[in-house]
């Protein structure tokens, strides 16, 4: 058996729940050998972001370049980029390794609020990073600002869903935690059909990363050889088992549990 790689290019999150290191739990648990570029380093907890400290354009390519020309990699997830120059440079060493299975998550701003995106780096995410896009994950605020209208009803959702797919995006998610529905929905479009992924709303505040988590068990299941149908549907059935056996640990805003889909014996 060759072990699939899977590769994150995002921040630090030094509370262990969000960033990076949801991400690197996320691929272990899928069974995905898991690597990573850090494109900053935040001082962060559950109740929020303390600190930001962007890594140099050099130092970010540097790592990139560390794992293309040695490991390669059968996927790779985008979180955390922060400036429109690591957009570009993150896109172009993209571009360069030919690496196909993108996953774009359009981090832009964490729960508490802080911004995790200038507002002058959207341009770049469009122009440069969606077109290289096998699927990108925005929430429903994110998705607003990227397609530029307002999202209100799942028929909104799926107008914003095509005109992410005119950009370049080859699929979509459109996640629906911030919308005020019961259920929560997550709109799946593959640039021909809609699939409503429906699960309950679980009645928490333990949502620190859910986002990070749900796009990596994307990442981590199209290196081991899913359809991207199937993947984010693993990507749901892992978040949902995460945020419903939560851990209870700080103060504010708690992680998800990463090990929860396996202690219930994976796929259902
Ligand atoms: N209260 C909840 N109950 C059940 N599932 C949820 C809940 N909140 C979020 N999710 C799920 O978690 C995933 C992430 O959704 P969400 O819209 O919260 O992303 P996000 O805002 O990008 O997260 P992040 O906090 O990491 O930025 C989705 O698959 C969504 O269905
Ligand atoms: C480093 C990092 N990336 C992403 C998020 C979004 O959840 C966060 N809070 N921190």
Known sequence: MSIKKALTIAGSDSGGGAGIQADLKTFQELGAYGMSAITAVTAQNTLGVHGVYPVSIEGIVKQIDAIGEDLGTDALKTGMLFSSEVIEAVSERIHHYGWQNVVVDPVMIAKGGAKLLQDEAVRAMKEKLIPLTAVITPNIPEAEVLTD????????????????????????????????????????????????????????????????????????????????????????????????????????????????????????
């Open 149 to 268: 209208m307002k999202i209100h009803s799942i028929d909104d959702r799926r107008e914003a869903s095509k005109i992410l797919v005119d950009m370049g995006a080859k699929s979509v998610v459109i996640k629906g935690g911030h919308a005020d529905d019961k259920e929560v929905i997550d709109l799946f479009y593959d640039g021909g059909s809609f699939e409503e992924l429906v699960s309950p709303r679980i009645d928490t505040s333990h949502t620190h990363g859910t986002g990070c988590t749900f796009s990596a068990a994307i990442t981590a299941q199209l290196a081991n050889g899913l359809s991207m149908k199937d993947a984010v549907i693993t990507a749901k059935e892992f978040i949902r088992a995460a945020i419903e056996d939560e851990l209870g640990i700080g103060g504010g805003h708690g992680p998800t549990n990463h090990w929860a889909y396996n202690k219930r014996g994976g796929p259902s």
